[in-house]
């Protein structure tokens, strides 16, 4: 476990790097762009603004704390209602590992402890990542609706982001793969696809404690949240000195659309990808100019692919002692 622990602290540590990178860059174009305008927009935020902006993201990943609550329910898992939520925390300490599958972490504690087979718990992490996708995937795809902007590649997106939870929750086309795979005859594969169906049919014993039903209602926990993440964007335009009053739909479709196009480009974090279309965006619908566009961004940003998976590593550490 201490090993796991030190590989999530240098994954972290080599993140946070690459997100400094990025940051580097954008503020250099905003500084060769102009410098007074750059220094002036860093030193005037109102950090009162600010600070409700970082309580209402941080918030906003909290509420996805009732949502794990259902999605383990029925998995015997005895815990405190603490120990669950530093369990559940911890789990974003891994926040920018690719398509965040490095949240895993969190039932790899689980199955340690309980001496469960790793694969059992899983489909808790698939379930917990793919409600969070559907949940910005409708609010994505409604407030384009809304703003009557992007609504086909809204749609387009959210369908092929979709299509591994259909891969991952279906047991017919994991049987007709099983089928398939039985039928080499090769002693040396045969090895590792034995091995590899062991823990296919750990998985799908696991996920058949959590139906549809689980599915549906961890949605109604994860639009408030992805709404609340948009709103701690909506206060840093404001905390900006910038009028946006009336327009937290159009806050909220940049948020959710720069979140959906990140995740399609597969990098970790959306880096760069979403920033560049935040910033964009921020320039189109807002009329914001481009420097203080970016400062916004690093300011969001920063919070989302910083503060969080730090704050996550620091529960985590804390989550491997109490369990």
Excluded: C
């Excluded at 410098?35 to 918030?59: D, E, Q, S």
């Excluded at 949502?67 to 405190?80: A, F, T, V």
């Excluded at 309980?114 to 694969?119: E, G, M, N």
């Excluded at 909220?252 to 399609?264: K, P, Q, R, V």
């Amino acid at each position: 476990m201490e090993d796991q622990i030190k590989k999530a602290k240098h994954f972290v540590f080599l993140a946070s790097s690459v997100i400094l990178i990025v940051f580097i860059i954008f503020s250099f174009t905003a500084l060769l762009n102009n410098p007074k305008y750059l220094i002036y927009g860093i030193t005037h935020i109102n950090p009162l603004l600010y600070l409700i902006a970082i309580f209402i993201l941080i918030l906003g990943y909290s509420l996805g704390f009732i949502k794990w609550l259902l999605l383990i329910r029925g998995y015997n898992i005895k815990l405190s209602l603490l120990n669950h939520f530093l369990l559940y925390f911890s789990m974003y300490s891994m926040e920018l590992s690719p398509g965040r599958w490095g949240r895993a972490i969190s039932t790899y504690l689980l199955s340690k402890k309980y001496h469960i087979k790793h694969a059992y718990l899983f489909p808790i992490i698939v379930a917990d990542i793919f409600t969070d996708f559907s949940g910005f995937v409708v609010v994505a795809v409604f407030s384009s609706l809304f703003i009557k902007r992007y609504v086909i590649a809204s749609i387009t997106i959210a369908i092929i982001l979709l299509i591994p939870l259909f891969i991952f929750t279906n047991r017919k086309l994991y049987s007709f793969v099983k089928r398939k795979l039985l039928k080499i005859k090769n002693e040396k594969a045969r090895y590792y696809i034995f091995k590899f169906l062991k823990n296919g049919d750990l998985y799908f014993q696991g996920h058949s404690l959590l139906k549809k039903r689980k599915y549906l209602l961890s949605l109604i926990f994860t639009i408030p949240a992805e709404l609340l993440k948009a709103l701690s964007l909506y206060f840093i335009i404001l905390a900006m000195g910038f009028n946006v009053n009336n327009l937290y739909i159009i806050v909220l479709f940049m948020y959710a659309s720069s979140t959906l196009i990140g995740a399609l480009s597969g990098i970790p974090g959306g880096i760069g990808v979403s920033d560049f279309i935040l910033i964009g965006y921020l320039s189109t619908f807002l009329a914001i100019p481009y420097v203080y566009a970016v400062i916004i961004n690093i300011l969001f940003r920063a919070l989302v692919l910083w503060l969080i998976p730090i704050l996550g590593l620091l529960v985590l550490v804390i989550t491997s002692r109490r369990i």
